[in-house]
C-alpha cells in the first residue's frame, strides 16, 4: 500500500531460505490450522490450560510459549536457524505462524500482530481468497497478467496462479517483512510464476492486467500498524485508493476484485457511492455486494466510531467492457 514512514526493523525472520525449510519440515507432520480473529485468539489463549503449548498446533497456529522438549529436534533446529524463536525466561515463543487454506500451508507473523510491520492472516484473508476464487470460476475470459495488490502473505495472489497456469502473477507490497512471507508462500505452494515485487501501490509495477485484485486495510487504527489502518474517512481513505489507481490499470475484458470493509452510518454506506461515482466515470461494469452485514462490532465502542451503526464486509467487481487482444 503506501506508507510514509520506514518499517521499524521487522519481528517476522529475515531468512527466507531457512523459513522456507521449516516451513516445508512442518508440512510433512500433516499439520493444518484455520487461524481465528485476534479477539477469539486471545479469549482461547486466556484459558487456565492453554498458557503453556502442548502440541506442534499450539506452537505454530496458537502462538503458546513452550518448552525446548515439546517440539521434534529437528524443527527446533530449523527453527533457531530461521531466527523464528525467541527465548522468554525458560520457555520459548515462535516469531510466525503457519495457516492452512486452499490445500497449503501459509507463513505470517506470530500473534499477536502488533507490530507496525506485522503479516496479518485471519479470517478476512480466507474471505478474501474466496471471493477471488469464485470471481475466476466465473470468468469467461483468460488470466494472463494479475497482480495481489498490498499482498501480504500472498495468499489470493498464490490462489490465482494455482488456478491460471502460465499466467505472469505479480505479488506487491512496501512492506518487506511481507515480501518476504509472500516469496516463502510462493515457493512453498510451487507457484513459478509469481514474482514479489516493491511497489507503493501500483506506481512501481507497469502495464494493464487483467485481474487486480486487493483486501487493503479499512479500520481506524489509532496505532496505524500497515496492515489494518485505512485512513481517509471511516477507514476507506485506501480502499478508494487502491480502486481509482486499479481502474486505470485493467486491460479490456479485466477485473478489479476489492474485498474491503464499509462503515455504514444511518443507513447509507458512503464508500459504495464514491466507488459507484468512480466506476461511471470511467465506464466500468460493476457489482457490489455485503459479504457480512455486520462485523468488528466492538470497534464501534471507540470514538472514532461514534456516527457508525455498523461495520460490513463487502466485495467490489468493477470491469472493463471489451475483450483482450
Not at 84 to 104: H, M, Y
Not at 133 to 144: C, D, K, N, Y
Not at 307 to 322: D, F, K, N, Q, S
Request: aromatic share 8%; glycine share 8%; net charge negative.
Amino acid at each position: 500500500m503506501t506508507r510514509s514512514e520506514p518499517f521499524p526493523q521487522s519481528v517476522f525472520p529475515e531468512d527466507e531460505a531457512a523459513v522456507l525449510a521449516l516451513a516445508r519440515a512442518v508440512r510433512e507432520t500433516g499439520y493444518s490450522f484455520t487461524t481465528v480473529t485476534p479477539a477469539t485468539h486471545a479469549h482461547v489463549n486466556a484459558r487456565p490450560p492453554n498458557a503453556e503449548a502442548k502440541s506442534l498446533r499450539d506452537v505454530f497456529g496458537w502462538s503458546r510459549p513452550f518448552r525446548a522438549g515439546l517440539l521434534p529436534e529437528p524443527i527446533l533446529h530449523l527453527m533457531r536457524k530461521a531466527g523464528a524463536v525467541v527465548e522468554d525466561g525458560p520457555l520459548l515463543r515462535p516469531k510466525l505462524r503457519f495457516s492452512s487454506l486452499d490445500g497449503e500451508l501459509f507463513t505470517h507473523s506470530a500473534y499477536p500482530p502488533s507490530a507496525a510491520d506485522a503479516v496479518f492472516f485471519g479470517p478476512d484473508t480466507m474471505r478474501f481468497a474466496n471471493a477471488v476464487i469464485a470471481h475466476l470460476e466465473g470468468r469467461t475470459s483468460p488470466v494472463r497478467r494479475a497482480v495481489d495488490l498490498g499482498c501480504g502473505s500472498g495468499a489470493a495472489g498464490i490462489c490465482i496462479a494455482k488456478r491460471a497456469p502460465g499466467a505472469e502473477v505479480v505479488l506487491v507490497d512496501i512492506n518487506p517483512a511481507a515480501m518476504r512471507a509472500a516469496r516463502v508462500n510462493a515457493r512453498l505452494a510451487g507457484t513459478d510464476g509469481v514474482a514479489v515485487r516493491r511497489s507503493d501501490m501500483l506506481r512501481d509495477v507497469e502495464g494493464l492486467f487483467d485481474l487486480i485484485v486487493s483486501n487493503p486495510p479499512f479500520m481506524i487504527d489509532t496505532a496505524a500498524r500497515a496492515y489494518r489502518h485505512g485512513g481517509g474517512p471511516l477507514g476507506a481513505g485506501l480502499s478508494l485508493a487502491v480502486a481509482e489507481q486499479a481502474v486505470e490499470r485493467l486491460a479490456p475484458g479485466g477485473s478489479l476484485v476489492l474485498f474491503t470493509g464499509a462503515a455504514i452510518v444511518e443507513g447509507e454506506d458512503p464508500f459504495r457511492d464514491a466507488v459507484a461515482d468512480l466506476c461511471a466515470r470511467t465506464g466500468l461494469d460493476w457489482t457490489y455486494r455485503e459479504f457480512d452485514p455486520d462485523e468488528y462490532g466492538e470497534e464501534l465502542a471507540t470514538e472514532a466510531y461514534d456516527a457508525v451503526e455498523r461495520l460490513a464486509l463487502v466485495v467490489l467487481t468493477a470491469t472493463r467492457p471489451g475483450m483482450r487482444p
